[in-house]
Nanobody, 124 residues
Framework: QVQLAESGGGSVQAGGSLRLSCAAS??????MGWFRQAPGKEREGVAR????????YYADSVKGRFTISRDNAKNTMYLQMSSLKPEDTAMYYC???????????????????WGQGTQVIVSS
């Protein structure tokens, strides 16, 4: 049983930056990822990172602006967000896959453990 907790959300103006953190109760030994959900929309994948941190994936909508990373010694994953746009406004969730699942997809059903979310609001 892995518990995840996000932090770092807030309100910023367009063009600004935020860094989200996801603290895990223990090292997950699995792929982890970030998802987001805006009001009235389905939850969508943002980025994922492999267990060792060497392989990453980004949705086209955030590629070049967001950077995912993890520090396994601290059991923590990060999402550095820059050049933020109003359309980035959403609740952001961190998630972790089962250690046996490979390769995972950026779909909700492929992730077993979830945090409660942290709100990001980008104003114009």
């Amino acid at each position: 049983q892995v518990q995840l907790a996000e932090s770092g959300g807030g309100s910023v103006q367009a063009g600004g930056s935020l860094r989200l953190s996801c603290a895990a109760s223990a090292y997950t030994y699995s792929t982890m990822g970030w998802f987001r959900q805006a009001p009235g929309k389905e939850r969508e994948g943002v980025a994922r990172i492999s267990a060792g941190g060497s392989t990453t994936y980004y949705a086209d909508s955030v590629k070049g602006r967001f950077t995912i990373s993890r520090d396994n010694a601290k059991n923590t994953m990060y999402l550095q967000m820059s050049s933020l746009k109003p359309e980035d406004t959403a609740m952001y969730y961190c998630a972790a896959c089962d250690s046996r699942l490979w390769p995972p997809r950026m779909v909700v059903s492929d992730y077993k453990y979830w945090g409660q979310g942290t709100q990001v609001i980008v104003s114009s």
